[in-house]
């Protein structure tokens, strides 16, 4: 079981560049989260998703655009990347028909925008 | 809006018990207080989580107040591993849809 899969692990861009940071999940889970998380800081909801076809923004959407297509995928895309989105970038996923509602996470992206 | 307050950070002898408390004044009747992990950069773990009773698991024990406004994660032996930052977040109901982590509470474990 590979759990919660985020490609790339480290990306560098430059001001103005688009790219899209991938999760995957094997675990069937409703649920799927893309978590910001900044120097210091906690964590910052982005985007969530409860189902396919489904999604929802979360405390700093803004610069970002989530799609949920399928059970498994769930893209983070920036449209135009800026110096401020330099962060980790955490995918996290749960069950939501169960009592525990344990967020798995992936590994992280690091991003850098130049 | 993270519904929690929790002290930035804290020390704790290794071998004796950490406390961590967390407030969380605001919660509803239908919301768990979850209790996540985070150590150096690597994603945040799952803990424990409790509605009203106390909890207990093999990481770890879950003390809610009689209110619920209030909560204490308590490391029973704490090592050197435990060194992280802990967060406390509530959730509505267990089919809440959004998970609000805060800054959390630096743990340093001392030799």
């Known amino acids: 079981n590979a759990g919660v899969t985020q490609t790339p692990k480290f990306q560098v861009l430059k001001t103005g560049q688009s790219m899209t940071l991938q999760c995957a999940q094997d675990m069937n889970h409703e649920y799927m989260s893309w978590y910001r998380q900044d120097p210091g800081m906690g964590l910052r909801l982005i985007h969530y998703s409860v189902g396919a076809g489904i999604t929802d923004q979360g405390e700093v959407p803004n610069g970002y655009n989530v799609s949920r297509s399928t059970t498994e995928d769930f893209p983070l895309r920036l449209l135009s990347a800026a110096p401020s989105q330099t962060s980790v970038y955490f995918c996290?996923?749960?069950?939501?028909?169960?009592?525990?509602?344990?967020?798995?996470f992936g590994e992280g992206s690091r991003l850098t925008v130049l | 809006d993270a519904k929690t307050t929790q002290p930035t950070s804290m020390d704790c002898a290794e071998g004796r018990a950490a406390n961590l408390p967390c407030n969380h004044s605001t919660i509803s009747g239908n919301e768990y207080v979850y209790w996540y992990r985070q150590i150096h950069s690597q994603g945040p773990q799952y803990i424990i989580h409790g509605l009203k009773n106390n909890e207990t698991n093999e990481m770890a024990s879950l003390i809610i107040t009689e209110d619920r406004k209030s909560s204490t994660l308590i490391l029973p032996h704490a090592t050197l591993r435990d060194t992280a930052v802990y967060y406390c977040?509530?959730?509505?109901?267990?089919?809440?849809?959004?998970?609000?982590f805060g800054t959390g509470t630096s743990l340093t474990v001392i030799p």
């Open positions: 977040i509530v959730r509505v109901g267990h089919t809440g849809n959004q998970f609000y």
């Open positions: 996290a996923t749960a069950r939501l028909a169960t009592n525990t509602g344990e967020l798995f």
